[in-house]
């Protein structure tokens, strides 16, 4: 019997001293490895990875297009003058035209004779004669009248200065006859009051083929003559003076025979753009 109690006994004490070992183990917060029934060690909950600070979007990365756009580019506007309103070139532009030449236009060669602007009645030029017809004229544009008849003529076609500078009364008694015949308000048409012609500048002169009596507008505007003098005027300094189309503003009828010097640079200016004398003036604030 003593023999079988003593394994026994040895083996208890073996199976004590392992839950001993087992107790303590636990109690220093060991875990047995693949102890049967043990819980699963808790996961740690990793709360989601905040973003790295690159990837933070910033105020600067939302604004950023996903594209970068081309610029807008305004169509080149075109080079518009910037000229003042209120000068020759401003005021040419709001009509659509060129800017004008620079001209003195209180110059005698633009001196500016209507019913609006009339000449001191004792106002006579210094005068010399034009060859072909002894027309009496201003001595300063004697020499561009010579060239401009003298050319008609020598193109082979009749030319003849009729009347070029006439005095305050002489145009007195001009507009006496017509306003007799036809009343004041016609005859101021055809022939101005006196102080109120331009051929008392002597600046002017009525050319035609032959001498005529009386002038009528839908003859003489039909000579070659008047042809030849309407195309090259303006290359002597001479505009027509009394248009057809700007009757209204000249308060004059069509006169295809009265010609007025003003020079080259204006002349050209003037029959380039189909103005009046009073519309070219106009754009230096003539009125
Ligand atoms: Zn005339």
Redesign the pocket.
């Known amino acids: 019997m003593k023999k079988a109690v003593k394994p026994i006994l040895f083996l208890l004490l073996l199976l004590g001293l392992a839950a001993l070992l087992f107790l303590r183990f636990q109690q220093m917060g060991g875990e047995a490895p693949d102890a049967p029934g043990a819980e699963p060690a808790p996961q740690l909950t990793v709360p989601p990875a905040s973003p790295a600070p690159s990837d933070i979007p910033t105020a600067a990365a939302t604004a950023a297009p996903t594209s970068t756009p081309e610029p807008t580019i305004e169509p080149t506007p075109e080079p518009t003058p910037t000229a003042d309103p209120n000068s020759p070139a401003g005021r040419a532009a709001a009509l659509g035209l060129p800017a004008p030449p620079d001209v003195d236009v209180t110059s005698w060669e633009l001196v500016l004779v209507n019913a609006a602007h009339p000449i001191d009645r004792n106002y006579e030029p210094e005068i010399a004669f034009v060859t072909a017809s002894q027309c009496p004229q201003d001595v300063r544009i004697s020499e561009a009248l010579e060239a401009f008849a003298g050319d008609c003529a020598a193109a082979g076609l009749p030319v003849f200065c009729g009347?070029g500078y006439r005095s305050y009364t002489t145009q007195y008694m001009n507009y006496q006859a017509k306003a007799a015949e036809y009343g004041a308000a016609v005859a101021a048409t055809i022939v101005a009051p006196p102080g109120t012609?331009?051929?008392q500048t002597g600046l002017?002169?009525?050319i035609t083929d032959w001498l005529r009596a009386p002038m009528v507008p839908a003859e003489l505007s039909q000579t070659q003559t008047f042809h030849w003098l309407n195309e090259h005027c303006a290359e002597y300094g001479f505009i027509l003076?009394?248009p057809e189309d700007k009757q209204e503003i000249t308060g004059i009828i069509y006169?295809p025979?009265?010609f007025r010097y003003v020079g080259v640079e204006a002349a050209a200016y003037i029959k380039e753009n189909n103005l009046c004398l009073e519309e070219f003036l106009a754009l230096y604030g003539v009125d």
Do not use: A, M, Q, V
């Open positions: 009347s012609s331009e051929h002017c002169c009525d003076r009394y006169e025979w009265h």
